[in-house]
C-alpha cells in the first residue's frame, strides 16, 4: 500500500492551498492531493463562451467576483500574479419587487433608492437591514451561543424572521432575493443564527450582496478563478491525483490513516486533510464513525440551488442605453403558471472588452431543458432591457452545479434550523482527520477567500499534528482545536430562558399604567389629566353609541 506523510482530498482551492502550505512550510514532506472529478478548481469553472470578436473569451460559471476584504484571497492573487478588474457598475439598476412592476434606481442598494420606492418601503427595508445588522454584530463566529439570541435564532428561519419584521412585501422580496443570490437557498430553509453568522463572517449583509466599497463583487478575475487551481496544480505537479474519488477512511488515535478510492486502491498517511463540501463530507464512510454532532451536522448541511448563466451580445446596449447590466428580481408576474427565471444579473463584460451578462437562475427550473431555460432567461432580459436583449443575442452558455459530480449544489452549503450546535464542529478533527474547505473558515465563510484561509487553518494543524511546531504559524490556528483558546462552543443549559422580546411586556405595562392613571384622574376629578383624556372618551363615545359627547 503506498505510504505517504499527507494526503489531502479535493482539489479546490482548499485543498490546494493546504499542499501548497505544507510544502512552503517543509519541502521534504510527502504530500498528495486526490481529486474526484477530471479536473482542479472545484466550485470555480472558467469556460470559453463564443462572443462579439468571434474567437471566444473565458467566463467564470463558478466563484467569480473577489472583494476588498478578502485579504487571505487578495494574497494568493499577487502571489500567483493574477490580475483583477472592477466590476461595472455605472447607471441605472433594475429592481422588481411587492409587484410586477420594474422600478429603476441609482443608489447602491434598492433601500436606498426613495425616488423608485414609497417612504414607506424604503423605510421598511433601511429598518429589516440595520435590524438584521445589528443582531450579527453581536456574533462571535467562534462561539455563536455566547450571543444571548442565539438559541431563539437557530430555531427558527430567515423567512420566519422576515415575516415577523418586514411590513412591506417588497422588504421580504428583497430578503428572499439576497438568500437566493448568496446562498442559492429559500429563506425558509435557513437558521437564523447560521445567516447571522454568515453575515458576521463576511462584515454584514450588505457586505455580502454589495458590489461597490467593501462588497463581496467588487473585482473580477482577468481570465477567470480556475486559474487559480490551475496555477496551484501546476505547481503541485505530479502530487495532485485525478480520477481519485476517497469512499472510505479507515483513522485511529496515534496511528495512520488508510483510505479507500471509489476505484478500490488504497493509500496511508499519517495525517488527512478533507477539502470537500460538507455535503461531500456526509457521503464518506467513516471508521470510527463519526460523532453525533458531526453526523447531525453533515445530515444538515445542505448545498444551495442556482444555476448560474452567461449571455454574450453584440454589443453592450445596457451600458449605451444608461443601464448598469444589474438586475434583481422576485419573478412576480400576473399570468398564471409564468415562472420568471432570472434571480439577479449583473454586467459580464470582459476584461478584453466582450459584451456580456452574467446571472442566476431559480432553482425551480432545474427540470427544464437547457434551451428552455434559455428562451425563458432571454425573455426575462427583454423584459428588463428591451428588445435588443433578444436582437443583439450571440450565445448562451450556463452551468447546473447540481448535476455536478463530488459537488452537489451552488454556491454554497448552509445549515438548517435547530443545526448550529452541530455546525460548531465543523473544525474539529476526528482522529487522524482534519477538515478544511470554505465553509469551516472564520472570515469570508462560503467564498473563496475562505476556502484558503481554511486551507491555511488545516495545513497548520497538521504541521502542529506531525510534531512540526516551530514551523506553526499560530495565526492560522484561530478556530482549531490546537489553538490555545479553543473551547467547545455549546448552547447554554437552560433552554427555557424567556427570549421573547420585551416590547410585549413594556406594551402591556404601558397600557395598565395609561389606564391607572385614568381610573385615578376619573374617581379624583383631576381637571388636567380629565382634560387630557377627554378627547379619546370623545372618539371612544362616539365609536361606541354613535352618539355625540353629551355636553
Ligand atoms: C456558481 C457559483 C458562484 C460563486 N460565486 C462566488 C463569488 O463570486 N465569489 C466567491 O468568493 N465565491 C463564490 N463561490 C463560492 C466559491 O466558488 C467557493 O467558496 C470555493 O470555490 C470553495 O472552494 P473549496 O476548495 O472549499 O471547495 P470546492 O471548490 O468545492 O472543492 C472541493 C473539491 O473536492 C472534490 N471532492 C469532493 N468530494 C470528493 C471525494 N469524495 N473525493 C475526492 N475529491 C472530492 C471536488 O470535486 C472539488 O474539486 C461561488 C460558487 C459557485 C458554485
Redo the contacts with the bound molecule.
Sequence with gaps: MESVDVIV???????LTTARELLKQDPTLKVLV????DR?????LTVNVQTANHTGDKFD??????GRT?KE?LALLDELKIELYEQYETGRKKAQLGNEKIRSYTASLPIFAAGSFTLYEVIDFVRNIFRMNRMSNKINVLDAFSWEGAVAADEQSVASFARSIALTRSARDALDIGMRAVYGAEAKRMSLLYHLLYCKSGGSFMDLIEATGDG??AFRIKGG?QQISLKMAEALGDRVRLR????HIETSEGGPTRVTLLNGEKLECKRLVL???PN?CG??EFSPPLGYLKRRLYDNMTPGH?I?FVVTYKSSFWRADGNSGEIISAGRTTIPGEILPIVCSYDATTSNGCPAIVG?IHAELHDWTMNERCNAVVKDLVRFFGSKALSEFIAYEE?N?NKE???GG???DYVTPGNMDAFMTIRDMHYGVHF????TALV?M??????VE??KRAANEVLHALGLRERVDHKYLKGSQFSVEYHHPHPPNDHYVDYTSPWRRRLFFGTALVFGIYAVSKKYDLSYTARVFRPVEKSVFKWWTGMEWPH
Excluded at 482530498?9 to 485543498?15: K, L, R, S, T
Excluded at 478544511?436 to 465553509?439: D, L, S, V
Design positions: 482530498v479535493g482539489a479546490g482551492i482548499a485543498g486526490l481529486e474526484g472529478k482542479v478548481g472545484g466550485r470555480t460559471m463558478g466563484g467569480q467576483w473577489v478578502q484571497l463581496a463583487q478563478s481519485s474519488g476517497v469512499r477539502a470537500i463540501p461531500q457521503l464518506v442556482l448560474k442566476f452551468k452545479w459530480p463530488f459537488n451552488c454556491p454554497v478544511a474547505g470554505t465553509e469570508w462560503g467564498y473563496m477567500s475562505g476556502a481554511s486551507g
